[in-house]
T-cell receptor, first 109, second 114 residues
Framework: GQNIDQPTEMTATEGAIVQINCTYQ??????LFWYQQHAGEAPTFLSY??LDGLEEKGRFSSFLSRSKGYSYLLLKELQMKDSASYLC??????????WGAGTKLIIKP | EADIYQTPRYLVIGTGKKITLECSQT?????MYWYQQDPGMELHLIHY???????EKGDLSSESTVSRIRTEHFPLTLESARPSHTSQYLC?????????????FGEGSRLTVL
């Protein structure tokens, strides 16, 4: 089968750094997305990785290792508004988008 | 800001009713999708479309239908609602350049079936 594994919940402190991991087993690979989803709202796009390495975008960075089937989302200088769920999704060889269940990130003052 | 709209935002109905959830986008995107999402769970693909007169079934399609008569409009119909259909329904679209484009989501339709 195909699956995406992410921690269910993480807690971090305002101003700190947090890393949210995602491991995947899919039939082929054509890219990996990270989305942010606030409670009761729709997901919004954060990043897309298709090649190995780190993509930096402001306070958020996303890393991919295709050989390890592994990605992480790094959030720096955490703010209270970063409290949300972070969804990892992989495009497989059939161009189907496989979604993880998301990691709920709780930011404490 | 994405221009994709869903109505109704919230709906409470009785078992056995027929309902249609509307989704419209003004971005000219060819590809549109319907997802179902329960709290804290992954998104499940219900139906998708690659353009006008194109519709495909996803993982949870058996109890619903869609149509794509116009590029901008992709309604989802439940013929006979059941309590198990209580969930959030998300519509999304993406430009038709390949299959790796960013998804733009509507704000969702939260359905409760009594």
């Amino acid at each position: 089968g195909q699956n995406i594994d992410q921690p269910t919940e993480m807690t971090a402190t305002e101003g700190a750094i947090v890393q949210i991991n995602c491991t995947y087993q899919t039939s082929g690979f054509n890219g990996l997305f990270w989305y942010q989803q606030h409670a009761g709202e729709a997901p919004t796009f954060l990043s897309y990785n298709v090649l190995d390495g780190l993509e930096e975008k402001g306070r958020f960075s996303s890393f991919l290792s295709r050989s390890k089937g592994y990605s992480y989302l790094l959030l720096k200088e955490l703010q209270m508004k970063d409290s949300a769920s972070y969804l990892c999704a992989v495009i497989n060889s059939n161009y189907q988008l496989i979604w993880g269940a998301g990691t709920k990130l709780i930011i404490k003052p | 800001e994405a221009d994709i709209y869903q109505t109704p935002r919230y709906l409470v109905i009785g078992t056995g009713k027929k309902i249609t959830l509307e989704c419209s986008q003004t971005m000219g995107h060819d590809k549109m999708y319907w997802y179902q999402q329960d709290p804290g769970m992954e998104l499940h693909l219900i139906h998708y479309s690659y353009g006008v007169n194109s519709t495909e079934k996803g993982d949870l399609s058996s109890e619903s239908t869609v149509s794509r008569i116009r590029t901008e409009h992709f309604p989802l119909t439940l013929e006979s609602a059941r309590p198990s259909h209580t969930s959030q329904y998300l519509c999304a679209s993406t430009p038709g350049q390949g299959d790796t484009g960013e998804l733009f989501f509507g704000e969702g339709s939260r359905l409760t079936v009594l």
